[in-house]
């Protein structure tokens, strides 16, 4: 018993610190990357963003490093509905350099906006091509 727990321990610290990392099925060019998934959550006044790049062709993740991908990400109000979405007025807006595909991008968002729902749209110029993503979440 204490054997499986101790692989089962090793197992998770060992995807924990992989985790992020490119597997062999990932492509790694930037060039490849043709669709952004962005998510979004809020936690303690602060907006975290993380991207995910994949290939449609391949339908594979493209984990890039060593890079200089520019990013802006703007958050708006949501007047509409989760699922009928109209923007507001503008919350925030950050411009920032990504270097690599598992860098996230955190916005502090302040008090004031508690309890409203927003919405989160991330343009990226790759310099092969632009993608944009949207996500919406609450601050709660």
Do not use: P
């Not at 994949?54 to 990400?73: A, F, L, M, S, T």
């Not at 968002?109 to 790759?126: A, K, P, Q, R």
């Amino acid at each position: 018993m204490k054997t499986i727990i101790k692989t089962g321990l090793f197992v998770m610290v060992l995807a924990a610190l992989f985790a992020g990392q490119v597997n062999a099925e990932d492509l790694t060019s930037l060039n490849k990357a043709d669709l952004l998934l962005t998510s979004a959550s809020y936690k303690d006044g602060v907006l975290g963003i993380s991207f995910f790049y994949r290939n449609r062709d391949e339908d594979r993740r493209v984990y890039w490093e060593n890079e200089r991908v520019k990013c802006i990400c703007e958050v708006y109000e949501n007047k509409g509905s989760y699922s009928d979405v109209k923007k507001g007025r503008t919350i925030s807006r950050l411009e920032k350099t990504m270097n690599r595909a598992d860098q996230r991008m955190f916005i502090d968002i302040h008090e004031s906006f508690l309890g409203m729902d927003i919405v989160v749209e991330c343009n990226v110029n790759t310099r092969y091509e632009h993608l944009f993503s949207s996500d919406k979440t609450s601050v709660r």
